[in-house]
């Protein structure tokens, strides 16, 4: 299933929103219908958090089946009461405090900003158990505002080269695709939810890019 959806009147749904399989966090103050269309959609349970009073979720935290890495300028009482079942929950101190936008992972590997610390590196591998990589997409260094991924493909930025594609397919064995949302934007991470149950995408969405979005997630 693919829906057009906005966050706060906002197109750009991904910074709002982080999304897995089974889970979605999202903004505490987020509209009723705004929630239970992201559950529908994607067939997720949802919990409401804050991070350091912000209400961009999403380019603040990043997680898989393993563990959830969330910036370090937030805390253990953000989550409190929370079922996250069973993952690890890191809080990750880095001047590079846009986890959402510096990290992409699955179940199976994550890609990350190059400038990373080699402790945070170790950190971020440790919490999401899985291969951690260095390296851009698109030449961009926020690797999360510039893709999406769920267990059936992944798309990237149309800046992205061959060899970035190459290289992200073998990473994450899957399919790799370029392609936009909102309209020409290509910043896709901040435009996209995507889990292996459904697809969101803002509403300035075109035809074009849904069809090219459908194909690749479906």
Do not use: Q
């Not at 603040?60 to 253990?76: A, D, E, H, T, Y």
């Not at 930025?157 to 397919?169: D, F, G, H, V």
């Amino acid at each position: 299933m693919i829906k057009k959806l906005s966050i706060f009147e906002s197109d750009f749904i991904g910074v709002y929103a982080k999304v897995f399989n089974d889970f979605a966090f999202l903004p505490r103050n987020i509209p009723e219908e705004t929630r239970l269309s992201i559950e529908e959609t994607l067939k997720v349970k949802t919990a409401g958090v804050i991070v350091d009073n912000f209400s961009l979720i999403g380019t603040m935290l990043v997680f898989n089946s393993n563990g959830i890495v969330v910036s370090g300028l937030s805390s253990k009482e953000d989550f409190s009461g929370l079922d996250l079942g069973g993952r690890r929950l890191f809080f990750l101190k880095d001047r590079l405090n846009a986890i959402g936008n510096n990290i992409i992972t699955s179940d199976r590997a994550a890609v990350i900003h190059p400038s990373f610390t080699e402790s945070s590196e170790k950190a971020i591998a440790d919490t999401l158990g899985v291969e951690v990589i260095k390296t851009t997409i698109a030449g961009v260094s926020t690797v999360g505002s510039v893709a999406v991924l769920n267990n059936k493909g992944m798309l990237v930025s149309p800046e992205a080269s061959e060899e970035e594609i190459k290289n992200l397919s073998d990473i994450f064995h899957l399919p790799v695709k370029t392609g936009t949302a909102n309209y020409g934007s290509y910043y896709i991470g901040a435009s996209i939810l995507a889990n292996s149950s459904g697809i969101l995408v803002g509403n300035a969405t075109t035809s074009i890019e849904l069809g090219r979005i459908d194909d690749i997630f479906s």
